[in-house]
């Protein structure tokens, strides 16, 4: 683990701008299905995002009138978040955290793992998912490399024993890396409620994101 927050020290400096080459549409399409995927978010609602990164999706919650928290392994990683808040004159709340070793004292309507991937950087899905649960008012997203980390209809069913119900999945077709125009990311989005094609969508590329709610 100390390598990982070796790396993720190293990479700290301008990470966002860096890592997403279609920044603000990437962090804008998260932010939407964060707060109205399912049970719908509200201003005044309150958020932890484990894996905060430099904080560029914090400040946008905050500037939509929620309440946010977010946690990362890389204490670099929090210095540049808590400087991107300060400089936007906003407020947030951030904490060096390991999310397999994690507990929580207070409950969040949403939690949310955009962490490229959950299930990639948890050692043992079941039992963090238990170890949220109880803390969650309305839901948790999260997300998934399917041809990776492990099968759709698996992480399904680690949701389902951690107790969430209303589970469901969607691809996620922004681009990291790769810069597109923005009319083509808009076709692409539009195919993640087209039933075939964001099944193709996923067996091709691209990572899911899968919601349970409480």
């Not at 904080?55 to 990683?77: C, E, K, R, W």
């Not at 507990?103 to 949310?112: H, I, N, Q, T």
């Not at 959950?118 to 079941?126: G, I, K, N, S």
């Not at 389902?160 to 922004?174: L, M, S």
Request: with cysteine; net charge positive.
């Amino acid at each position: 683990m100390s390598d990982l927050v070796t790396k993720y020290d190293r990479l700290a400096e301008k990470f966002a701008e860096r890592e997403y080459a279609n920044l603000q549409f990437y962090m804008q399409r998260r932010l939407a299905i964060a707060t109205t995927w399912g049970i719908p978010l509200q201003p005044g609602n309150s958020v932890l995002e484990l894996g905060c990164g430099d904080g560029y999706l914090a400040q946008l919650f905050v500037q939509n009138g929620l309440h946010y928290s977010g946690g990362d392994i890389s204490p670099q990683m929090v210095t540049m978040a808590e400087r991107r808040l300060r400089q936007a004159g906003l407020k947030a709340d951030f904490t060096v955290i390991d999310v397999n070793q994690m507990s929580l004292s207070e409950s969040f309507d949403a939690v949310l793992a955009y962490m490229r991937t959950f299930f990639t950087y948890v050692r043992d899905p079941l039992t963090v998912l238990q170890r949220l649960r109880p803390f969650i008012r309305k839901k948790i997203l999260l997300d998934l490399a399917p041809r990776r980390d492990m099968p759709l209809q698996a992480a399904i069913r680690v949701l389902e024993k951690a107790g969430f119900r209303n589970i469901a999945w969607r691809p996620f077709c922004v681009p990291q890396r790769k810069k597109l125009p923005v009319a083509l990311i808009k076709f692409l989005t539009i195919g993640e409620n087209l039933p075939v094609f964001r099944k193709l969508l996923l067996h091709w590329k691209f990572v899911c994101v899968l919601k349970g709610e409480v």
